[in-house]
Structure formats: structure tokens, C-alpha cells
């Protein structure tokens, strides 16, 4: 079974331009989470979608940041513009009920931001 | 702010010793605690978790103990082995449906032979 998959795996943009990270989760899993992780530190939630739903955005900023999953099943998560704090690494998780919750991720994206 | 924190941001263990990974959390409403391991260009892979309703879980060589007067949480790695060698985080979290799981920074293992 394939795992989530991420794409690009590293992308170098200079600031103020917009990127774009996409995510296909395991096939079947209804939960989708998107983290960002700054060098040093652990996973930080950006949003969280249950199906085609974003159920929490909280911690997403949303002046910059976008996502969308319309189909419920691959995501997209958006910056525009970037700025140099944005720096990170974007991981990308899905889970489901049968697999009790656990959350699997996929390899993230390295964005650089110059 | 962070309510779950791992103070040692490395560890190096003798290969077939103990390794002894901590970490503390700051929120009482957190009720599901994971250990998460990471490999370089890959993601965080599940290792092993405890509810709060125990104060152990063993799965083969790891065993989680939980000490929740403390709010303290440990990973036990016996024998340890030059594979282990990866970062590891803790999580926690208030919903068992981990949904809004909470990570410390990470130790970096280092196991050598």
C-alpha cells in the first residue's frame, strides 16, 4: 500500500513569490493534517480536514496561507507571498478510524525561502 | 506555548545499552501520549503510545512509562541497537482520536557499535 505522498520534496523560492505544496493521503483516509516543522522543533498543526471539511484551522495564517481539499481526497496548501520566517519543513498526515486513529505522514516538503 | 517538552535535544548510547529518552508535558488535559521516531528525509513513523489510564506499554524492545503526578513520560529502548539512531519525538494529546496532538522538540539519538 502506498504511503502519503508529497510533491515537490524541496522547493528554493526568493520572498514575496507564492508556492504551492501538494499532498495525496493513503487511499481511504478521511482525516488529512497539514504540519509545518521549523528546524529544531516538532510538528505544529496548520489545519486539519475531515473529508472535504477543514474542521480546524486555528493555527493557520490565513492572511498568507490557503488549503483546500475539494474532492476530499489530495490537498494543497498555498503560500502567497512567502517570507523568509516561512522557512520550513511542510508535512503533510492522514489517518483514519480503522487504523485507530494513528496518524501516518508523508516525507514533507523543504521549503526554502531566500 | 510549549506544553510538551523534551530537554535533551541529543542522546548517545553504546550499542546493546539502555537508551533513556524523556519527556514532560504541562497540560493535566492530555489523556494519550505517543513516541514518534523520524529517519532523515522521511516522515515521523508511530513507535509505540500509552493512555493515561496505564503507566506502561511494552512493544518489544520499547516500553513508555507514564508518571502522571509528575507529568512525565519516558521511552525505554532495551537493547539498543545502531538502527534506532533517529530523532524522536513525544506527543500527547487530549483527544483519542489524536487529532490535536502536541510534539516536543525531538532527541536525536545516536546508537553506536
Known amino acids: 500500500e502506498a504511503g502519503v505522498v508529497q510533491s515537490p520534496r524541496y522547493k528554493i523560492i526568493e520572498k514575496k513569490q507564492p508556492v504551492a505544496f501538494w499532498c495525496n493521503p493513503i487511499?481511504?483516509?478521511?482525516?488529512l493534517y497539514w504540519y509545518r516543522q521549523n528546524l529544531g522543533q516538532g510538528p505544529e498543526l496548520l489545519i486539519r480536514y475531515e473529508n472535504e471539511e477543514a474542521v480546524d484551522d486555528s493555527q493557520l495564517p490565513k492572511d498568507r496561507f490557503s488549503a483546500e481539499r475539494l474532492k476530499g481526497v489530495d490537498s494543497t496548501l498555498k503560500i502567497q507571498p512567502a517570507e523568509l520566517g516561512d522557512s520550513a519543513v511542510y508535512l503533510c498526515?492522514?489517518?483514519?478510524?480503522?487504523?485507530?486513529?494513528?496518524?501516518?505522514f508523508g516525507p514533507g516538503t523543504r521549503l526554502t525561502v531566500l | 506555548d510549549q506544553q510538551v517538552k523534551q530537554n535533551s535535544p541529543s542522546l548517545s548510547v553504546q550499542e546493546g545499552r539502555i537508551s533513556i529518552l524523556n519527556c514532560d508535558y504541562t497540560n493535566s488535559m492530555f489523556d494519550y501520549f505517543l513516541w514518534y521516531k523520524k529517519y532523515p528525509a522521511e516522515g515521523p513513523t508511530f513507535l509505540i503510545s500509552?493512555?493515561?489510564?496505564?503507566d506502561k506499554n511494552e512493544d518489544g524492545r520499547f516500553t513508555v512509562f507514564l508518571n502522571k503526578s509528575a507529568k512525565h513520560l519516558s521511552l525505554h529502548i532495551v537493547p539498543s541497537q545502531p538502527g534506532d539512531s533517529a530523532v524522536y519525538f513525544c506527543a500527547a494529546s487530549a483527544d483519542l482520536r489524536n487529532n490535536d496532538m502536541r510534539f516536543g522538540a525531538g532527541t536525536r539519538l545516536t546508537v553506536k557499535p
Open positions: 487511499s481511504g483516509h478521511n482525516t
Open positions: 498526515a492522514s489517518s483514519s478510524r480503522d487504523t485507530s486513529n494513528e496518524q501516518f
Open positions: 500509552i493512555s493515561s489510564i496505564k
